[in-house]
């Protein structure tokens, strides 16, 4: 029993330091723009537009459009991953005080973050712009 409760001591005491808290705002802000995309994706679902469950009015997807859309989820979630991967090489070598590596990996964390942002604000503006 005495392990649970080091174990449960441990973890309270990862949720004081700083970088554990970024590392649940960066899933949290990488499931949220997920989500934020899912829910337009399902509004030109053509099922759910022929059951009249989808609530807005969006012109009907090309094959070209749907393949693009589902590429763009799988680089979306490659460099999301990729961010959060970068981010916990930071972490790691900034605890081993190795300062050359985890400046280039903070550099290669922020740029998959902006790549993932990219795509997903992208994916965001196309949905706006093709739903009315």
Same mark, same amino acid.
């Given at each position: 029993?005495?392990?649970?409760?080091?174990? /449960?001591?441990?973890?309270?005491?990862?949720?004081?330091?700083? !970088?554990?808290?970024?590392?649940?705002?960066?899933?949290?802000?990488?499931? %949220?723009?997920?989500?934020? =995309?899912?829910?337009?994706?399902? #509004?030109?679902? @053509?099922?759910? /537009?022929?059951?009249?469950?989808?609530?807005?009015? &969006?012109?009907?997807?090309?094959?070209?459009?749907? *393949?693009?859309?589902?590429?763009?989820? *799988?680089?979306?979630?490659?460099?999301?991953?990729?961010?959060?991967?970068?981010? !916990?090489?930071? =972490?790691?070598?900034?605890?081993? @005080? @190795?300062? #050359?590596?985890?400046?280039?990996?903070?550099?290669? &964390?922020? *740029?998959?973050? =902006?790549?993932?942002? %990219?795509? @997903? =604000?992208?994916?965001?503006?196309?949905?706006? !712009?093709? &739903? #009315?």
């Amino acid at each position: 029993m005495k392990w649970l409760i080091d174990e /449960i001591s441990d973890l309270l005491g990862q949720l004081k330091q700083w !970088q554990t808290w970024l590392g649940i705002g960066l899933v949290s802000a990488f499931a %949220g723009l997920a989500y934020l =995309v899912a829910t337009y994706a399902f #509004r030109t679902d @053509a099922v759910l /537009i022929f059951v009249h469950r989808a609530g807005a009015a &969006c012109r009907e997807l090309t094959n070209g459009t749907i *393949i693009a859309m589902f590429c763009g989820m *799988i680089f979306f979630t490659f460099t999301a991953v990729l961010t959060l991967g970068e981010f !916990q090489r930071f =972490v790691e070598y900034q605890r081993h @005080a @190795a300062h #050359r590596e985890a400046r280039q990996s903070l550099i290669w &964390c922020i *740029i998959w973050g =902006v790549v993932a942002l %990219g795509i @997903a =604000v992208g994916a965001l503006v196309f949905f706006n !712009q093709y &739903c #009315r």
